[in-house]
């Protein structure tokens, strides 16, 4: 799956769960090759929208910033707070201007599935918490850390940022399930981050995390209609430039994200 943005991530993974349609995207290439600030985040919501995705349920590991948020819980996470500084984070630009709104991140109906499947596979699960996405690749120092916490942030990590953004753009309904791997270097006993425990707790968490989302793919695919919370609507009033006044080739690049709303041929 080819995209004017450029390459995605890595070739995308089509096939079938209890029946259902799926596609799978490693975010960071098989084997993991792709730092997090060399994901072409753009390409890969591109990529997913066509071909013919609807809902994304994104999984990243995160480091925690509360006490109760231990090594091992997911946390279905509704707010973010973008740190990013050298990623690409919107489709659109000078010659097709458009501001979507990014108030409440993430599809509650599919945070309901997620929550429902989590609890059904008896996973220590919490609903709700926002999640700090910083640059990387390094993990935060011990003032960042502090400060995150300070800002009422419940977990930290490197991916979903601009992930969720370009997803709204692109009309998809997205839900972050997150994994803890570990307290951040806030915690006494973490005084540092290290890969070992991050993939130990991947490791152990692995096969939990895959019968979630086998769980869940059924509830996904079960829906059908409109998106109760629009997100499938996200574009309706957000495009500002003129139909006259549109750059061309960014419209045609943008055909596929936003072709709903451009072959409608009005400024809204």
């Known amino acids: 799956m080819s995209s004017p943005f450029g390459e995605p991530s890595d070739e995308l993974l089509f096939g079938k769960l209890g029946g259902h349609e799926v596609v799978f995207l490693p975010r960071h290439g098989r084997g ?20 013919g995705v609807t809902r994304v349920v994104a999984l990243s590991a995160v480091g925690s910033l509360r006490e109760d948020l231990a090594p091992g819980t997911f946390v279905l996470v509704d707010q973010f707070i973008d740190r990013t500084f050298a990623r690409e ?14 108030a409440h ?31 990387g690749p390094q993990f935060s120092t011990l003032a960042e850390s502090n400060l995150y916490r300070s ?7 490197m991916t979903n940022m601009p992930e969720a953004k370009l997803a709204r753009e692109a009309e998809l309904c997205y839900a972050t399930l997150a994994m803890v791997t570990d307290y951040d270097c806030w915690h006494p006993s973490h005084d540092h981050v290290t890969v070992e425990d991050v993939v130990r707790v991947l490791t152990h968490n692995g096969e939990l995390a ?20 629009k997100c499938d609507r996200a574009l309706d009033n957000a495009i500002m430039t003129a139909e006259g006044s549109r750059d061309p080739a960014l419209a045609e690049k943008c055909g596929a994200v936003a072709g709903r709303v451009l072959k409608q041929g009005k400024a809204t």
Not at 32 to 51: E, F, G, M, Q, T
Not at 151 to 157: L, Q, R
Not at 211 to 227: D, F, N, Q, T
């Open 32 to 51: 993991h090759r792709v730092p997090p600030s060399s994901v072409n985040y753009r390409a890969n919501i591109d990529a997913l929208k066509r071909a």
């Open 105 to 135: 991140p993430v599809c509650k109906a599919i945070g309901d599935d997620l929550e429902a499947a989590a609890k059904a596979e008896q996973a220590n699960v919490v609903r709700g918490g926002t999640y700090v996405v910083m640059e």
């Open 89 to 102: 984070k919107s489709f659109f630009g000078p010659g097709l201007v458009a501001h979507v709104s990014v």
């Open 210 to 229: 895959r019968r979630i989302i086998k769980r869940v793919v059924p509830a996904l695919g079960a829906r059908s209609g409109p998106c109760p919370h």
């Open 151 to 157: 800002w009422g942030c419940s977990v930290v990590g």
